[in-house]
Nanobody, 128 residues
Framework: QVQLVESGGGSVQSGGSLRLSCRAS????????IAWFRQAPGQEREGVAA???????SYADSVKGRFTISQDNAENTLYLQMNSLGPEDTAMYYC??????????????????????WGKGTLVIISS
């Protein structure tokens, strides 16, 4: 079992930055991929960024060069640094983990239903 709690969301103006955090507890050594997803009103959940256990990162094309995923292992915390934000980034952002080996973050970004555990999300609103 893994518990995930996101924080850091808020409302900023277009062009601004935010850093989201996802604190993990429970069996934190059991997951192979940890990732950020987002869901805007009326849209499907989409993958944003993923981090595999070996350190490989994957990003959605829409956020490459603007977002950075990282992890503080000592604090069991995942981060998502978001820069150059625009109204299209407005969404609820979720942290999720996958506890089975074999597939990569790039796969899970396109198949969010395959993630095992989810946080409740943190809301990001970007005003133009």
């Amino acid at each position: 079992q893994v518990q995930l709690v996101e924080s850091g969301g808020g409302s900023v103006q277009s062009g601004g930055s935010l850093r989201l955090s996802c604190r993990a507890s429970g069996d934190t050594n059991s997951y192979y991929t940890i990732a950020w997803f987002r869901q805007a009103p009326g849209q499907e959940r989409e993958g944003v960024a993923a981090l595999d256990r070996d350190g490989r990162t994957s990003y959605a094309d829409s956020v490459k060069g603007r977002f950075t995923i990282s992890q503080d292992n000592a604090e069991n915390t995942l981060y998502l640094q978001m820069n150059s934000l625009g109204p299209e980034d407005t969404a609820m952002y979720y942290c999720a983990v996958q506890t089975e080996p074999g597939l990569r973050g790039a796969y899970y970004l396109k198949n969010p239903d395959r993630m095992n555990y989810w946080g409740k999300g943190t809301l990001v609103i970007i005003s133009s």
